[in-house]
T-cell receptor, first 116, second 112 residues
Framework: SQTIHQWPATLVQPVGSPLSLECTVE??????LYWYRQAAGRGLQLLFY??????ISSEVPQNLSASRPQDRQFILSSKKLLLSDSGFYLC???????????????FGPGTRLTVT | GNSVTQMEGPVTLSEEAFLTINCTYT??????LFWYVQYPGEGLQLLLK?????DKGSNKGFEATYRKETTSFHLEKGSVQVSDSAVYFC???????????FGAGTTVTVRA
C-alpha cells in the first residue's frame, strides 16, 4: 500500500531564516506531487505541483520554491521566511491519470510551521 | 474556471442528529467530486468520491450523490457521533487538469 511521509511534524523558525520541508511517497511510481498551505482557520491553498522529476508548476508567486530531486521526493524551501509563511503545510500525491479521468489526491500528516 | 461552494459553518449538532453539508460546484467539463475530512491537527483524508452523474459515494455512514442537474454533491449522515467532529471539504477535479478545487471547508462539532 502507498504511504506518504512529511517531516518535520512541527517547526518554529525566526523571520529571515531558511526553510526546508520534505515529503516522500512509498509504494507507487511516478506520482503527481503537490504542496498545499492551510493558514489558521482557512481553507487550502495550492502552492506547487509536479508531474515528474524536475517539473514544477507554481500556483502562487511568493518567497517559496519547490524541487523534486527524485521520483517520490518533493521538497518545499525558502531562503528567508516571512511571518506570513506560518501555517500548516500539506503534501499530497495522486496517480498520474490518463485522459477522461481525475484521480483523487492522498495527503500526508502535515507540517505545522510557526514563524516568529 | 472551476469552483466549489460549501455551506458555511460552524455546524454544531448533538450526537445521533442528522448531518447535511451542502456543496455546489461550477465546472467546464465533467468533473469528479470528492469529500475530504480533516480531524484536528491532521492531514486530509479522502472520505468518499463520485466520478459521474448519479453516482453515490459512501463511507463510514456518510453518503453523497453526484447531481449534475443541480450541480451539487451534498454530504449526509443519518446519525453523527462525537468522533465525526472535524472539518469537511468538498472538492472537484476535472480530467484535463491536475489540480483539485476545494471548498472553504465546514467545521462540524458533535456534542455528546
Amino acid at each position: 500500500s502507498q504511504t506518504i511521509h512529511q517531516w518535520p511534524a512541527t517547526l518554529v523558525q525566526p523571520v529571515g531564516s531558511p526553510l526546508s520541508l520534505e515529503c516522500t511517497v512509498e509504494g507507487t511510481s511516478n506520482p503527481n506531487l503537490y504542496w498545499y498551505r492551510q493558514a489558521a482557520g482557512r481553507g487550502l491553498q495550492l502552492l506547487f505541483y509536479s508531474v515528474g522529476i524536475g517539473q514544477i508548476s507554481s500556483e502562487v508567486p511568493q518567497n517559496l520554491s519547490a524541487s523534486r530531486p527524485q521520483d517520490r521526493q518533493f521538497i518545499l524551501s525558502s531562503k528567508k521566511l516571512l511571518l506570513s509563511d506560518s501555517g500548516f503545510y500539506l503534501c499530497a500525491w495522486s496517480v498520474l491519470g490518463g485522459q477522461g479521468f481525475f484521480y483523487e489526491q492522498y495527503f500526508g500528516p502535515g507540517t505545522r510551521l510557526t514563524v516568529t | 474556471g472551476n469552483s466549489v461552494t460549501q455551506m458555511e459553518g460552524p455546524v454544531t449538532l448533538s450526537e445521533e442528529a442528522f448531518l447535511t453539508i451542502n456543496c455546489t460546484y461550477t465546472a467546464t467539463g465533467y468533473p469528479s467530486l470528492f469529500w475530504y475530512v480533516q480531524y484536528p491537527g491532521e492531514g486530509l483524508q479522502l472520505l468518499l468520491k463520485a466520478t459521474k452523474a448519479d453516482d453515490k459515494g459512501s463511507n463510514k455512514g456518510f453518503e453523497a450523490t453526484y447531481r449534475k442537474e443541480t450541480t451539487s454533491f451534498h454530504l449526509e449522515k443519518g446519525s453523527v457521533q462525537v468522533s465525526d467532529s472535524a472539518v469537511y471539504f468538498c472538492a472537484l477535479g476535472e480530467s484535463n487538469d491536475y489540480k483539485l478545487s476545494f471548498g472553504a471547508g465546514t467545521t462540524v462539532t458533535v456534542r455528546a
